[in-house]
């Protein structure tokens, strides 16, 4: 089983038959909505979209533990989390997918582990997102014929406000390439299970101040639809060619992590 997040703008994976929808209650509360359990490609797919559907969920509200444990719960062992961003690297144009391979966190006031109590865990983070998943997402992209920006640091920003043009040129220096508001604790909690995670980020907008306009939702869902059918044909080229069995080290995320 695979999981798929949808972000702003993707409320649905474009005309695939929805099998069942599951309701899945945990600890710490109820995830965004129902799962929606559907066969892409072959494989069994559960589909969640992040702020509800209709969008009702801010970023700093969505409950990201009972997400993922939703997921787990699920019996997915891979989940491949799609956000809408904001490109700061001006490499990073309207409607470019990117695949980051790092993370700047500058969340706060979000419940980031699932380790709170007695029990103590550091989990490695050093490679926030599944080397084997993205490997595959670069593959599909290539087969499909679909362009990736294969590298780019993503700053997840609390919000809901959107940036100041000061704090874009500050990210700048700080390394970051592109701008959203989810990725994290999504990264790190699926870290924690023990699944993999991979990000797929669509340019919605130039960020704050680099185009001189001012920034609208308008143009991050407008964007975000128009990416939808590149985003389908790219999962199931995913889903057709991911290896049944994980090769990677995400599943002993926990090993020698634990005080
Ligand atoms: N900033 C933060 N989050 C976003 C943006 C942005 O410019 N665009 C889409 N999500």
């Given at each position: ?99 980051p391979d790092q993370i ?19 989990v490695d983070f050093t490679e926030p997102y599944c080397p084997e998943l993205r ?52 990264a790190s909690?699926?870290r924690?299970?023990?699944?993999c995670l991979a ?49 990677c080290g995400c599943?002993?995320a ?6």
């Amino acid at each position: 089983m695979v999981g798929v997040i949808g972000g702003s703008g993707l409320y649905e994976i474009e005309g695939v038959v929805v099998r069942e929808e599951r309701k899945i209650s945990t600890p710490y509360g109820e995830p965004s909505g129902l799962y929606r359990l559907c066969d892409i490609a072959g494989k069994e797919v559960a589909f969640l979209p992040r702020h509800g559907s209709p969008h009702h969920i801010a970023p700093h509200k969505v409950n990201y533990r009972a997400n993922i444990l939703g997921f787990k719960k699920l019996g997915a062992e891979r989940i491949i989390s799609i956000n809408a961003v904001g490109g700061i690297n001006k490499k990073m144009k309207p409607g470019d997918i990117v695949l980051p391979d790092q993370i700047i966190d500058m969340t706060e006031g979000r419940e980031r582990t699932f380790y709170d109590k007695e029990e103590i865990v550091h989990v490695d983070f050093t490679e926030p997102y599944c080397p084997e998943l993205r490997a595959a997402i670069i593959s599909a992209g290539k087969e499909a014929g679909i362009k990736l920006k294969q590298k780019a640091s993503y700053i997840c920003t609390n919000g809901p406000r959107l940036e100041t043009a000061a704090e874009i040129r500050a990210f700048s220096l700080l390394g970051a390439d592109v701008v959203g508001m989810t990725g994290m604790p999504e990264a790190s909690l699926a870290r924690e299970l023990g699944i993999c995670l991979a990000g797929i980020a669509v340019i919605t907008n130039p960020a704050a101040g680099i185009s001189g306009k001012k920034l609208t939702t308008t143009e991050v869902v407008e964007k975000m639809a128009e990416s939808t059918g590149r985003i389908k044909v790219l999962l199931e080229k995913v889903f057709s060619i991911i290896p049944e069995q994980r090769n990677c080290g995400c599943r002993d995320a926990l090993k020698d992590a634990k005080m």
